[in-house]
């Protein structure tokens, strides 16, 4: 899928979230990557196989 040069990690990869953005929704609130993962704001994430990667966003005290 991913064209660049190193090519991005793939989605099954610990670093899946740094490959490049193909699309940027952030009025909806998801982008999509270049190994074809959805990344949501809230920091969960849709892999292409269609598993679900529950939000891991560090919480911090108000």
Avoid: K, Y
């Avoid at 490959?19 to 920091?43: I, K």
Wanted: glycine share 6%; with cysteine; hydrophobic share 35%.
């Amino acid at each position: 899928m991913c064209q660049h040069q190193p090519p991005c990690p793939p989605a099954t990869s610990a670093d899946r979230e740094s490959a490049r953005l193909v699309a940027h929704h952030p009025e909806q609130g998801w982008s999509l990557l270049c190994n074809g993962v959805l990344l949501f704001e809230d920091t969960g994430e849709l892999l292409p196989d269609g598993r679900v990667i529950a939000p891991h966003r560090v919480m911090t005290a108000a």
